[in-house]
């Protein structure tokens, strides 16, 4: 079974700055399936990114995805009001344990 | 637009089973271009999946809970739903149904529904 660890827990960051999360699996896994999620309080999680680096419909162009193997990233460009949440990392069929970015 | 939409009740009394649906918008589960899953999360902790079902009826339950979980699907309906049997209190969550793509990610979610498990 493939255990997903996101780092850090929690990132203390202000608006404007750049949000860097890490998603790093227990063992090599296919870019195709790794995906990532934003979810904010009393919402359901929302598809940002799949296959590792590819924005879902709607998403803005400020957040992209890279990694392979075992490491993956979640960058955020420019941190606006609205990207302060909690994000995961998923591979089917596990998820990360999530990282919440908030406001500093 | 795709939505999904979940119902059931609120309050499970322990020992008993938890039954959900969730009804589907916007796409039909028979076209066969996609799985529908179930995911919970308890309140202040992370996503659990708990398995997923294909318009043939053809199910995929998370082994962790394989033993309690039934799915079901009413393509007639555009439906599909969630059996939980001998639930406790460690089954309180939210619970969401979404679609899921071949290559394994989610999208839609449904808005989740809550459910208690209290005597």
């Known amino acids: 079974e493939i255990v997903l660890t996101q780092s850090p827990g929690t990132l203390s960051l202000s608006p404007g700055e750049r949000a860097t999360l890490s998603c790093r699996a227990s063992?090599?896994?296919?870019?195709?399936?790794l995906a990532w999620y934003q979810q904010k309080p009393g919402q359901a999680p929302r598809l940002l990114i799949y296959?590792?680096?590819s924005r879902a419909i709607g998403i803005p162009d400020r957040f992209s995805g890279s990694g392979a193997g075992t490491d993956f990233t979640l960058t955020i460009s420019r941190l606006e009001p609205e990207d302060f949440a909690v994000y995961y990392c998923?591979?089917?069929?596990?998820f990360g344990q999530g990282t919440k970015v908030e406001i500093k | 637009q795709v939505q999904l939409q979940e119902s059931g009740p609120g309050l499970v009394k322990p020992s008993q089973t938890l039954s959900l649906t969730c009804t589907v918008s916007?796409?039909?589960?028979?076209?066969?271009?996609?799985?529908w899953s179930w995911i919970r999360q308890p309140a202040g902790k992370g996503l659990e999946w708990i398995g997923r079902?294909?318009?043939?009826?053809?199910?995929t339950y998370n082994p962790s809970l394989r033993s309690r979980v039934t799915m079901s699907v009413d393509t007639s309906k555009n439906q599909f739903s969630l059996k939980l049997s001998s639930v406790t209190a460690a089954d309180t969550a939210m619970f969401y149904c979404?679609?899921?793509?071949?290559?394994?990610?989610?999208?839609?979610w449904g808005q989740g529904t809550l459910v208690t498990v209290s005597s």
């Open positions: 979404a679609r899921e793509g071949f290559s394994g990610w989610f999208d839609p």
């Open positions: 916007g796409d039909s589960i028979s076209s066969g271009n996609s799985y």
């Open positions: 079902i294909y318009f043939s009826g053809s199910t």
């Open positions: 063992e090599s896994v296919t870019s195709n399936f």
């Open positions: 296959g590792a680096s």
């Open positions: 998923q591979h089917p069929w596990t």
